[in-house]
């Protein structure tokens, strides 16, 4: 069952703000995905791919002038792409949960956690006041922070960055949205906490059914948790598919190119595979496919015509190669 | 360097805030006004002999008796105030732009020394910039002046006052420019650069003021255009005690003095055009220095 | 080449001396490295690993002599680092590579100033026109073009600055290189790029490295020796084959555990370590014993009481009881 659904969404950011000739440059190109009841989506890609940005438009928290100038962002059927803000901001929590890369601002320093909790719980949720703060325990006991009747009052500061990530897992989570954003939620910790942090949150959704978008630059993440996974690549899709198949049959170039220069501890390689160049930049887009000028296999079509998402074996992949 | 300054989101800021465009222009004509003053003025209030108590306290124009010839009115000894304010203007600028430039020069040496070196050093100046700051910056400035000036013959007093008043009002003003500065390149000297110049065995004094200085001089001009209001109103504060600019070489505050006796008398023009200029000028600088803080401000960016 | 030895440095994070006095509070240290010591040989690439807290970019500091270790000795080539540091000829042999592209280079200054300082600091070129062309050469050894010193830092990406920084580091000719994370602020496929480049630039100029990161992978790559750290001590330090292939210390199989494996999707996890709920500590407060008995599976009394000193076992150093009492389980 289709819970989220976008497509050919389009963001537009004006590229040099200021200068009286605003020239809009095009961040997000046409990309359509969607999200089933339950499933965890892994949207993968490097910086300036889009990947943040597209979770900050399918809440609404598009920090302006960033506009969606293109596409539908359905939730449940309903479209929610355009809706006032006050609309929005009932969605947010109830509906989706959102987990930010920073937990340092994501927590309001000058409220205790229990406060924040209980805050979010009572205005998404029919709770009094006892109940929720019961409810808030709870959640602390199951995110793994010991002694959860004592830190409920704590404040955010007193808490180390792993368990903070953690407090705002619960806090995404306590008004029990469909949907959980997770917008690199492990970057900023150590790897030995990451590992929890990602056994948490798969718990999490696959206990409550919650559906999440995981957004990462770390492909080693997303094939532990997801089971489906995007490619984006300059604001665009260039695969898609069940997370097997893309990571061990990758049928787009860039793809292929990327998990090959992850360094693998398994053995030691003379030389990284590597891609040469950088991505381009949403305001000097080169024509056809955006991967061309750095991709080994890149024939004539490439350099006229943009491919779109086809199917790929059980993937669907944006070249012209499939 | 300049390519830089001109291809930057500041310039390109500037021409589309009409605000900062108007208070620029305003203060350009000023500046001019001032330095050309000799040449612009309609009249010279300083040369003696071409006064004549006939021209004495013509009110200004619109009013009944006005001569066009002072569109703003004389004052008791025939002196056109519009002449007067463009010389005292020039007085006004020069003090408070020279005292600022003393306050950034020596509050930026203290400042960087102070926010590079740490330590003892840091602790001791800045202390000491804490206890001159307990003091209102007027009163720093009248003690200095007061000092300077019984300390000089009586003869030498009046020409040198311009001096006196800008090391006073310079000295009163050195503090802020210290503790901002300080704190950028307490901020700076941790970056990685500065490390990367320290790897390689490059002097302190060296990285101080090769690659420290200039990434902190962007709040200087901030407050330095800020201060600039601030240093003529002093000025204008202390002449208007009496205490500043003799009425030899007067600047506003001087002018708002000497036109104060007259106020109560029905010749309200002596004193209040010098004030609205007073007014004009520290709201064009300070409104020209607000915009420029906030464009300047790297979280707004 | 490189011997530190016995090296611990504290760092004092105290209060201001009134707000002391005035409390009644200690002064308060944080032993950042406690009694490390190691040796690299010339040519070989040494890595050390480990998390926040851990004390790596303290020992990289140290090492290049940014700040003088509270006890212990470095010495390069023999001679104490504090007198290489005094003589220009001696110290232009090492130089440092940060991990910030963003901070490492003056916003303020041209490329080619950037690259041309350590040139100008050691009278390395005759006139300008010689230091303008060593300039330029650097530039296309590192991979971007001679026209790049005109401009400024800003107009570049991440991994290009990272080239920039690597090609100052190597303006003053040095033969010991210290990479504080050189590419953990840049995406994997630049990263790549970089790691090859320094591959290739080692192999090329006979470079020693001493390189740092949190990243086990990536050091995989780069390296002949790893030590892995733990709260400002190394936990275990030997041949990067054997850490990686028969790891022994109980921290060093969580760090490898922890890495996601990428041939394993929808790998069932359970993440090893204790109270499985721990983090690393507060370098501030530090467990008593072995800094990492609250996270290990064998701590017993022993640990909780006495730390563990580094010994041989086999090709590799460890500091565990559990492995010098032949309680490790093999994996």
């Known amino acids: 069952m289709t819970l989220l659904s976008v497509r050919d969404l389009v963001i537009e950011i004006p590229s040099r703000p200021g200068l009286t000739r605003r020239a809009m440059a095009r961040f997000i190109d046409g990309v359509s995905f969607d999200i089933d009841k339950g499933e965890i989506l892994g949207v993968v890609g490097e910086s300036g791919a889009g990947k943040s940005l597209t979770g900050a438009a399918i809440t609404g928290l598009l920090p ?5 100038t293109g596409g539908t962002v359905e939730l449940d059927g309903q479209r929610i792409d355009g809706l006032p803000p006050s609309m929005l901001r009932r969605l947010r929590g109830r509906r989706i949960g959102m987990i930010f890369q920073d937990p340092l601002t994501t927590l309001d320093p000058l409220f205790t956690i229990g406060q924040q909790l209980v805050e979010t719980m009572r205005t998404h949720l029919p709770l ?32 180390s960055g792993g368990q903070r990530q953690r407090v705002v897992i619960a806090l995404a989570l306590c008004a029990e949205p469909d949907l959980l954003i997770a917008d690199e939620p492990t970057t900023a910790l150590d790897v030995s906490v990451q590992a929890h942090i990602i056994a948490l949150l798969h718990e999490l959704a696959r ?12 492909m080693g993440v997303i094939a532990e948790i997801a089971d489906r996974v995007a490619v984006m690549y300059a604001g665009r899709i260039a695969e898609i598919g069940r997370v097997d198949s893309v990571i061990r049959h990758p049928s787009h170039p860039y793809t292929d190119g990327l998990i090959g220069t992850i360094p693998s501890v398994a053995h030691r390689l003379d030389r990284l595979r590597q891609i040469d160049g950088t991505m381009p ?19 004539d079509r490439c350099r006229q015509d943009r491919p779109l998402l086809r199917p790929v074996g059980d993937s669907l992949a944006a070249c012209w190669l499939a | 360097m300049t390519g830089f300054w001109l291809q930057s989101d500041l310039v390109n800021g500037f021409r589309n805030a009409p605000l900062a465009v108007a208070s ?74 020279c005292s600022i430039l003393l306050a950034a020069l020596t509050g930026g040496a203290i400042g960087l020394l102070a926010g590079y070196a740490g330590g003892l050093a840091d602790a001791v100046l800045m202390r000491i910039a804490d206890i001159q700051l307990t003091f209102p910056a007027i009163l720093t400035a009248l003690l200095v002046d007061g000092i300077i ?88 504060t202390l002449s208007f005690l009496g205490i500043g600019l003799p009425p030899t070489h007067p600047s506003l505050g001087t002018l708002i003095r000497f036109g104060n006796d007259f106020l109560f008398s029905g010749q309200w023009w002596v004193t209040a055009f010098p004030g609205l200029a007073l007014v004009l000028t520290v709201l064009s600088i300070n409104l020209l220095g607000d915009w420029l803080r906030d464009a300047l401000n790297p979280k707004l960016r | 080449m490189l011997q530190v030895t016995s090296v611990t440095h504290r760092y004092d994070v105290s209060q201001p001396w009134l707000h002391r006095v005035l409390v009644g509070e200690p002064r308060q240290c944080l032993t950042a490295v406690d009694n490390v010591s190691f040796r690299i040989e010339r040519g070989e690439t040494l890595s050390l690993v480990g998390e926040s807290g851990c004390g790596k970019s303290t020992v990289a500091r140290l090492v290049v002599g940014l700040h003088a270790p509270s006890e212990g000795t470095i010495r390069f080539q023999g001679e104490t680092l504090s007198s290489v540091r005094a003589q220009p000829a001696l110290r232009r042999q090492f130089n440092m590579i940060f991990q910030d592209p963003y901070s490492s280079l003056n916003p ?50 991440g991994g290009q600055r990272q080239r920039i920084s690597i090609a100052r580091a190597l303006a003053s000719e040095p033969v010991f290189l210290v990479c504080d994370e050189p590419t953990s602020a840049l995406d994997v496929s630049v990263q790549a790029q970089i790691l090859n480049l320094m591959r290739d630039l080692q192999r090329r100029l006979g470079l020693t490295l001493l390189f740092i990161s949190h990243n086990l992978a990536v050091v995989r790559h780069m390296s002949d020796r790893i030590g892995v750290m733990y709260l400002g001590s190394i936990v275990e330090i030997g041949p990067a084959d054997d850490i990686f292939h028969a790891p022994r210390h109980p921290y060093t199989r969580l760090l490898l555990d922890a890495l996601p494996d990428m041939t394993q999707t929808g790998r069932k996890r359970s993440p090893v370590g204790g109270p499985i709920w721990c983090e690393v500590p507060d370098p501030i407060d530090p467990p008593t014993g072995c800094p990492f008995h609250p996270r290990c599976p064998l701590a017993d009394a022993r640990c909780r009481r006495e730390k563990p000193t580094i010994m041989l076992s086999g090709r590799t150093e460890v500091a565990c009881h559990a492995v010098e009492e032949g309680r490790l389980p093999d994996q």
């Open chain 3, 108 to 157: 303020r200054w041209r490329v080619r100033d950037v690259i041309g300082e350590p040139i100008r600091v050691f009278g390395l070129a005759s006139d300008q026109v010689a230091l303008r062309q060593r300039v330029d050469a650097l530039l296309v050894q590192v991979g971007l073009v001679a026209e790049d010193g005109e401009k400024y830092p800003h107009q570049f990406s």
């Open chain 2, 149 to 236: 000036g019984a300390a000089l013959p009586r003869t030498m007093r009046e020409s040198v006052q311009i001096y006196v008043m800008i090391f006073a009002i310079g000295i009163s003003l050195w503090p802020g420019f210290a503790r901002t500065i300080r704190g950028s390149t307490l901020m700076e000297r941790n970056k990685d650069y500065v490390l990367a110049a320290r790897v390689i065995g490059v002097p302190a004094w060296r990285i101080a003021l090769t690659h420290v200085l200039p990434n902190v001089l962007g709040p200087v001009l901030v407050i330095g255009t800020l201060g600039m209001g601030m240093a003529i109103l002093t000025e204008a």
């Open chain 1, 64 to 68: 302006p002038p960033g506009r969606i």
């Open chain 1, 128 to 159: 009094s006041d006892t109940a929720a703060r019961a409810r808030a325990r709870d959640w602390l006991d199951r995110v793994g922070i010991p002694g959860a009747d004592r830190r409920i009052d704590a404040y955010p500061h007193e808490f």
């Open chain 1, 281 to 299: 930049r949403p305001d000097a887009m080169p024509a056809g496919c955006a991967f061309h000028p750095r991709c080994p296999k890149g024939f």
């Open chain 2, 24 to 97: 620029a222009l305003v203060v350009a004509v000023l500046v001019v006004a001032a330095a050309f003053a000799p040449w612009l003025a309609p009249h010279n209030p300083m040369d003696v002999a071409s006064l004549s108590l006939l021209d004495s306290f013509k009110p200004p124009f619109g009013m009944p008796d006005a001569d066009p010839a002072n569109p703003l009115g004389t004052d008791n000894q025939g002196r056109d105030v519009l002449s007067a304010i463009m010389f005292g203007l020039r007085v006004s600028l020069l003090v408070g732009f």
């Open chain 1, 207 to 218: 206990e409550r059914g919650t559906a999440v978008m995981l957004i990462t630059h770390d």
